[in-house]
Nanobody, 123 residues
């Protein structure tokens, strides 16, 4: 059984920063591509960022490019999302995801999903 657990969400003022983390269980999880999606109330879930199992390749949505950075620590089976220069439109529930290819993660076809963590950015 595989579990993904997000942490680090909270309330922050516009222009501030937060770092999300997602820990994964499973002895073979290290080789999975990982990523982040978010969903605001009344909106569709949208892609945020993804990272290959080596951490060499990354993809970002245009809306967060230059502000967000994803990284991973495979020894801890954990992926991170550093969010800087936060805007009110970044307010959403953020979900981490995992799949055997970065394409699957990026296109929303991940095999595993976390429960989500709330990020609220005030203006």
């Amino acid at each position: 059984q595989v579990q993904l657990v997000e942490s680090g969400g909270g309330l922050v003022q516009a222009g501030g920063s937060l770092r999300l983390a997602c820990a994964a269980s499973g002895r073979t999880f290290r080789n999975y591509a990982r990523g982040w999606f978010r969903q605001a109330p009344g909106k569709e879930r949208e892609f945020v960022a993804s990272i290959s199992w080596r951490g060499v390749s990354t993809y970002y949505a245009d809306s967060v490019k230059g502000r967000f950075t994803t990284s991973r620590d495979n020894a801890k089976n954990t992926v991170y999302l550093q969010m800087n220069s936060l805007k009110p439109e970044d307010t959403a529930v953020y979900y981490c995801a995992a799949a055997d290819t970065i394409v699957k993660v990026t296109t929303g076809l991940s095999d595993y999903w976390g429960q989500g963590t709330q990020v609220t950015v005030s203006s």
